[in-house]
Nanobody, 115 residues
Framework: QLHFVESGGGLVQPGGSLRLSCTAS????????VAWYRQGPGKERELVAV???????GYADSVKGRFTISRDNAKDTVALQMSGLKPEDTAVYYC?????????WGQGTLVTVSS
């Protein structure tokens, strides 16, 4: 049984930074492609960053240069470092596999960017 737990969200002002963490229930991050997704109010869920088992990374154009995805295999975690946050980054952030079949979606962690 594999599941992910997201943490680290909160309320920040525009231009601020947050670091999100995704923790897996099993030590298999080293062989999986893991992605961060987000879903803002009234919007579809979108993929924002992915990291492969070989530590290659990819980003949505909207976050490129501002977000960094990384992994710590020893701790079974994948992090998303977010800087230069904008109001349009406000969303619930989730982690999951980068493609179907997905693990059951968790509750995510809420990031609110507002002054």
């Amino acid at each position: 049984q594999l599941h992910f737990v997201e943490s680290g969200g909160g309320l920040v002002q525009p231009g601020g930074s947050l670091r999100l963490s995704c923790t897996a229930s099993a030590g298999i991050f080293n062989i999986l492609n893991v992605a961060w997704y987000r879903q803002g109010p009234g919007k579809e869920r979108e993929l924002v960053a992915v990291i492969t088992g070989g530590d290659s990374t990819g980003y949505a154009d909207s976050v490129k240069g501002r977000f960094t995805i990384s992994r710590d295999n020893a701790k079974d975690t994948v992090a998303l470092q977010m800087s230069g946050l904008k109001p349009e980054d406000t969303a619930v952030y989730y982690c999951n596999l980068d493609r179907p079949p997905y693990v059951n979606w968790g509750q995510g962690t809420l990031v609110t960017v507002s002054s």
